[in-house]
């Protein structure tokens, strides 16, 4: 098992933390959940073989760290997939105006030579969670769609967790990280889920940061007044007689109107 980090010590040099942080970057800018549940898992695991690499730690514990964000990203997808459309509607902005957020962060960061000191842990580490807590704070700032707010709130555990292992080292707080993480994914599972609900029932409410291009509203989500526009008068009175024409009672009816003229004659008679 200690021989899967090793091939992937790459993480733990400069290339791979400025690759992982890429990624993080990525997935921010192309905003799609399958970019972002990929890129999410991928981070993880780039981060404990940079860990492995760089502070020694436990092959058991990085397996554990690894297994858990692998189901909580399979319980993320689970549910994403059943979603109707593949932007959010309360996503902001589109991948350029993000592109140029990050940049800009990232010249910030870069000029104000922000350091945090973290005991025990590397420089190069210490960096690399800074960076991803900038990108968590972006994507919790972007938008409150179920999805994303997990992801950002998972991707805050990752350099938690670690930070956590080195320094109280104790296997008991790493599994009960490995809990909390479970715990979440189901928790922005069942939001999700809600959300979709919630969203076919109601009517879309266009705001100055909703680009209503990127959106695939649900013919549910129209005003009744429009659908009733669109089908007209004709159309809806067709539809009424058609099916007066199935109603037994209704064929009855109009049998015994067709018979009232030879009543009257009887009755003349």
């Known amino acids: 098992m200690n021989g899967i980090f090793d091939l992937l010590s790459f993480f733990g040099s400069t290339a791979g933390l400025f690759l992982i942080g890429g990624v993080t970057a990525l997935m921010i800018i192309l ?4 970019m972002v549940l990929a890129g999410l898992f991928f981070v993880q695991v780039g981060v404990v073989c940079a860990t492995v690499a760089v502070e020694q730690l436990p092959s058991e514990w990085a397996w554990t760290m690894v297994i858990v964000m692998g189901l909580a990203c399979l319980i993320l997808t689970l549910s994403a997939q059943r979603m109707t459309r593949t932007t959010s509607l309360y996503q902001a902005g589109t991948w350029p105006l993000r592109s140029l ?3 800009l962060l990232y010249v910030a960061w870069s000029f104000a030579d922000v350091v945090v000191p973290l005991p025990v842990v590397a420089p190069q580490l210490a960096e690399l969670f800074v ?3 900038i990108c968590v704070l972006v994507m919790l700032g972007l938008s409150d769609n179920p999805l994303f707010s997990t992801v950002a709130l998972l991707m805050w555990l990752i350099p938690a967790q670690v930070v956590v292992a080195l320094i109280v080292n104790a296997p008991a707080l790493v599994a009960l990280i490995g809990l909390l993480t479970l715990l979440l994914a189901l928790a922005g599972s069942y939001l999700i889920l809600v959300e979709q609900v919630s969203a076919e029932k109601s009517a879309l409410v266009v705001t100055d940061i909703t ?3 990127d959106l695939r509203v ?15 008068l004709e159309r809806w009175v067709e539809k009424r007689i058609l099916w007066l024409q199935g109603q037994p009672w209704a064929i009855t009816m109009v049998n015994q109107v067709r018979q009232l003229p030879d ?3 009887r009755w003349r008679r």
């Open 31 to 34: 905003w799609d959940w399958r």
């Open 101 to 103: 957020m990050l940049g």
């Open 131 to 133: 960076w991803l807590t």
């Open 211 to 213: 680009f209503t291009g």
């Open 218 to 232: 649900p013919v549910s989500a129209q005003s009744p007044f429009e659908v009733e526009e669109e089908e007209g």
């Open 263 to 265: 009543w009257v004659r």
